[in-house]
């Protein structure tokens, strides 16, 4: 070993001496060089007011640093302790003995998260500062577990303080305490109001809250994309499910068996159907009947007491479109245009940078699509299920908080023109912008397989945001009352608003993210049961409409199986799995 090697490791050593020495006083920071060296520091947070905070300032950052780990004696217990670490999507764990291992999530819907430990007590962390470039890491070895947050420089400076706030609940806090801590951070400091409160004088939104969703696959082309960068003349061919005629046909179906609230959203629409020529929108695609017939039918459905949005997409843009410029793209670091390895129906799908679409797309697309006469909440894509990204373009450079506000602009745009606004997810950076997510997480809360060391997951963006935000729980609640009594449960459970997809299996190999469960409307016969399957969620959902506008104060197991939810005026709802 040389001398070097030796001193480094020799000071490696003092540093976890001392700061184990120190432990019950500080949180430890190990920071990870690019070159892969590893060093150590500590300190003590700072009390205020009712917090505890945690701050590193871009000067003690660097430009050297790959990542930065944040750590505490306060997040770790033993197996067999009392206690639990929960993070935003709903995942529990608990210090229950199984196989060791390591849990990071890839995504991170809220900045926050709760742990119970014997030193801690009951604790709220919420990250304030760099809330879009961490990860927590749970982890379980030699009998312990620990917790901590990984933060990713990857040798840039942080544009912002590092902050962490820690509130003490005290050591009877459960995660519902957690949430609702959260909860009302979120709503004191002004981020979102109440539902009750905004329905008040939007008719869009509350017609919204009354009724169940219905989307509308109509068209679309090969996915993934045979033609990588297509043209008009080596654009494939795009498949037609269900033109306006037959949207026609559909209303007529719900409005027959009695589904006197529905709000439906059409998909591929637009010039291309599903993704087909983003950022390009127009002309409405004539092979599903045109301008004239779409604007026929929005009057049709509103004519029968229904609300009818359509889907856009201000995230992905694609060469084929008539309006294609390649200073719309994030650009990476290294100069090159941001784009995943797959195509979509478009062809390869660039990511867009959200200053140049919202100024030169956003202001004139919304609007202009507004006048063919749709109104309710309009489903603009991806935005709230998607980490923020930053544009290293030189004529457009963004940081991934100065990309939030853009999209948050965005949003506001969607509600000012059609009076509410929806996207995929529940990711909460939009959440002042944000009326609707398709599902509030991605994760199959059902099945845990692809999460390690979770024992179960619970509702804590629903017990953050019920009240707030109309949701569907997640993917695997899409069309429930066609995937068991599972699916059914777990939708009521976290009190999600229903929503039911017409052919949500697009891709060719078949496979759908939303589940193998399909509403389709091909025959009289197959329309027939699909919307039979959604009478019976919507007679399900009328009897729980009022639970949207109130919080959700408390979950809990109280047994094998069965699990509690209590609202914020005193309702109590159980409910029972089978084994």
């Known amino acids: 070993m040389n001398k070097t090697r030796f001193f480094a490791l020799a000071i490696l050593f003092l540093q976890l001496t001392v700061c184990q020495a120190q432990e019950k006083d500080c949180v430890v920071y190990r920071w990870?060089?690019?070159?892969?060296?590893?060093?150590?520091?500590?300190?003590?947070?700072?009390?205020?007011?009712?917090?505890?905070?945690?701050?590193?300032?871009?000067?003690?950052?660097?430009?050297?640093?790959?990542?930065?780990?944040?750590?505490?004696?306060?997040?770790?217990?033993?197996?067999?302790?009392?206690?639990?670490?929960?993070?935003?999507?709903?995942?529990?764990?608990t210090f229950r003995d199984q196989p060791e291992g390591l849990y990071s999530p890839g995504v991170v819907p809220m900045p926050?998260?709760?742990?119970?430990?014997?030193?801690?007590?009951?604790?709220?962390?919420?990250?304030?500062?760099?809330?879009?470039?961490?990860?927590?890491?749970?982890?379980?070895?030699?009998?312990?577990?620990?917790?901590?947050?990984?933060?990713?420089?990857?040798?840039?400076?942080?544009?912002?303080?590092?902050?962490?706030?820690?509130?003490?609940?005290?050591?009877?806090?459960?995660?519902?305490?957690?949430?609702?801590?959260?909860r009302q951070y979120q709503l004191d400091r002004g981020e979102c109001r109440p539902l009750a409160e905004r329905v008040k004088n939007n008719p869009e939104l509350l017609y919204a809250v009354e009724s169940?969703?219905?989307?509308?696959?109509?068209?679309?082309?090969?996915?993934?994309?045979?033609?990588?960068?297509?043209?008009?003349?080596?654009?494939?061919?795009?498949?037609?499910?269900?033109?306006?005629?037959?949207?026609?046909?559909i209303l007529d179906e719900f409005k027959r068996q009695g589904?006197?609230?529905?709000?439906?959203?059409?998909?591929?629409?637009?010039?291309?159907?599903?993704?087909?020529?983003?950022?390009?929108?127009?002309?409405?695609?004539?092979?599903?009947?045109?301008?004239?017939?779409?604007?026929?039918?929005?009057?049709?459905?509103?004519?029968?007491?229904?609300q009818i949005t359509c889907h856009t997409n201000s995230t992905d843009g694609y060469a084929i479109a008539d309006t294609w410029n390649e200073d719309l793209c994030l650009v990476n670091r290294d100069?090159?245009?941001?784009?995943?390895?797959?195509?979509?129906?478009?062809?390869?799908?660039?990511?867009l940078c959200p200053q140049p679409v919202y100024e030169r797309y956003t202001q004139s697309d919304l609007p202009r699509i507004a006048q063919l006469g749709f109104r309710g909440v309009h489903y603009i894509d991806v935005i709230s299920t998607v980490a923020p990204r930053e544009c290293w373009d030189k004529n457009h450079p963004l940081n991934k908080r100065q990309c939030v506000e853009y999209w948050k602009k965005i949003l506001a745009q969607g509600q000012k023109n059609f009076g509410a606004v929806g996207s995929e997810g529940a990711f909460d950076h939009v959440v002042s912008n944000l009326d609707y997510c398709?599902?509030?997480?991605?994760?199959?809360?059902?099945?845990?397989?692809?999460?390690?060391?979770?024992?179960?997951?619970?509702?804590?963006?629903?017990?953050?945001?019920?009240?707030?935000?109309?949701?569907?729980?997640?993917?695997?609640?899409?069309?429930?009352?066609?995937?068991?009594?599972?699916?059914?449960?777990?939708?009521?459970?976290?009190?999600?608003?229903?929503?039911?997809?017409?052919?949500?299996?697009?891709?060719?190999?078949?496979?759908?993210?939303?589940?193998?469960?399909d509403l389709t409307c091909q025959t009289d016969e197959q329309l027939r049961e699909s919307v039979k399957a959604v009478k019976r969620a919507y007679d399900e959902y009328r009897s729980r409409v009022a639970l949207q506008y109130l919080f959700m104060d408390k979950h809990e197991q109280v047994a094998p199986g069965v699990f509690r939810t209590t609202f914020s005026d005193g309702t109590v709802r159980e409910f029972k799995y089978e084994e």
């Open 32 to 93: 990870t060089q690019m070159d892969g060296s590893v060093s150590l520091s500590f300190t003590e947070p700072v009390y205020q007011c009712d917090y505890y905070r945690i701050r590193i300032t871009p000067a003690e950052v660097g430009t050297d640093i790959k990542y930065l780990d944040v750590c505490s004696p306060f997040a770790k217990a033993s197996v067999g302790d009392d206690g639990f670490f929960v993070l935003s999507q709903g995942q529990l764990i």
């Open 112 to 182: 926050m998260l709760g742990l119970k430990t014997p030193k801690a007590g009951c604790c709220l962390v919420v990250v304030k500062g760099m809330p879009y470039d961490y990860r927590p890491r749970v982890r379980l070895k030699d009998g312990k577990y620990s917790l901590s947050l990984r933060f990713t420089f990857n040798g840039v400076k942080p544009y912002e303080d590092v902050i962490i706030d820690v509130y003490p609940l005290g050591r009877e806090a459960t995660y519902s305490d957690v949430a609702r801590r959260y």
């Open 212 to 249: 169940v969703e219905v989307r509308l696959r109509l068209g679309w082309k090969p996915v993934p994309s045979p033609v990588a960068e297509q043209t008009p003349e080596t654009e494939p061919e795009m498949k037609v499910a269900i033109d306006f005629d037959r949207v026609a046909d």
């Open 259 to 306: 589904i006197d609230k529905a709000e439906f959203c059409l998909v591929g629409w637009n010039i291309g159907g599903h993704d087909g020529r983003y950022p390009q929108i127009f002309p409405v695609d004539k092979r599903l009947g045109g301008e004239e017939k779409l604007k026929a039918l929005i009057q049709k459905a509103q004519s029968m007491g229904y």
């Open 335 to 351: 100069g090159s245009l941001n784009h995943p390895q797959t195509t979509w129906g478009g062809g390869r799908m660039y990511n």
């Open 438 to 517: 398709l599902y509030a997480t991605f994760n199959d809360i059902i099945d845990l397989s692809k999460m390690p060391l979770v024992e179960r997951t619970v509702p804590m963006c629903q017990l953050v945001y019920n009240g707030i935000l109309l949701q569907n729980p997640c993917t695997a609640t899409v069309n429930p009352t066609i995937k068991g009594k599972t699916a059914e449960l777990k939708l009521q459970e976290f009190n999600g608003r229903p929503v039911f997809y017409f052919y949500s299996k697009f891709k060719s190999d078949g496979k759908s993210w939303m589940g193998d469960a």
